[in-house]
């Protein structure tokens, strides 16, 4: 049986290939959605709430490639 994944690219093999300053560029602009999120909850003006928990795997996952990018040049 063939995993449904291997047919489907995963978000962060999508990111592995990008520079660290295009995922530094992509975690600012999912920080900078966050903090409007965050203040139309305060008005109760948010649709889809589950867009916080999406954008906040966003930033996880850039961050977790781009430190795994760091760290092999550190070990250097």
């Known amino acids: 049986m063939s995993s449904p994944r291997k047919d489907k690219p995963t978000a962060a093999t999508a990111l592995r290939p990008l520079a660290p300053a295009e995922l530094q560029k992509r975690i600012r602009e999912a920080r900078e959605e966050l903090l409007s999120l965050r203040l139309k909850k ?3 003006a948010v649709e889809n709430s589950s867009r916080f928990r999406a ?10 490639i781009l430190s795994g990018k760091s760290a092999p040049a550190k070990k250097k």
């Open 55 to 64: 954008l906040r795997r966003d930033v996880a996952r850039c961050m977790t």
């Open 42 to 44: 305060a008005t109760g």
